[in-house]
């Protein structure tokens, strides 16, 4: 609730409800399922998206979010439950809480970027990945054309050095 937080501007990733917030497309990111070195090395790597049933999964708590996990084998479209898993509403502590090896996440590329790049969290699953781009929009209170210059200048900087070059695709090497 930007109003109650008193925030002028939310980055906000996937599709958005019906509100009354004005959105501003940053840009499109994919979805990975990540986890450290340390939790895969303790619990081994699922080979397949059936064996996350034996894993911690670190899903969202919030009203909107998905119960499952959407994956393509064999050209079809599987659903895996989240299940049981260690809940939170906050993107930095699921990525935090991936990191220190708490249990496996799906979190959007451009968010775990760093954390892959610097060997803190692999990618798996990866050959089941749908490959769906999800938005990112910047969201605020008002109207476009009536926006206080200091929110229009941060929305135009957003817009042009939100760096999402590589939100669509892992480099080989890290798969």
Do not use: C
């Not at 497309?25 to 994919?30: A, E, N």
């Not at 990112?136 to 760096?163: C, M, N």
């Amino acid at each position: 609730d930007l109003m109650e937080a008193q925030a002028d501007i939310a980055i906000r990733w996937g599709k958005l409800p019906s509100s009354d917030v004005v959105a501003r497309l940053l840009g499109h990111t994919r979805q990975v399922i990540v986890a450290a070195p340390s939790y895969l090395a303790a619990h081994g790597t699922p080979k397949a998206p059936g064996d996350l049933a034996h894993h911690i999964r670190i899903g969202w708590n919030y009203q909107r979010t998905v119960p499952h996990w959407p994956f393509t084998m064999d050209g079809r479209a599987v659903e895996v439950p989240i299940g049981d898993a260690l809940r939170v509403n906050d993107g930095d502590v699921m990525r935090n809480m991936a990191v220190e090896g708490a249990g496996i996440a799906r979190l959007s590329l451009f968010h775990a970027w760093s954390d892959i790049a610097a060997g803190r969290l692999n990618v798996v699953l990866e050959p089941f990945n749908t490959g769906v781009l999800e938005p990112i929009h910047a969201v605020y209170l008002g109207k476009p054309d009536q926006l206080p210059s200091r929110t229009r200048a941060v929305l135009d900087f957003l817009k042009a050095h939100v760096d999402l070059t590589h939100a669509e695709q892992l480099p080989p090497a890290w798969l």
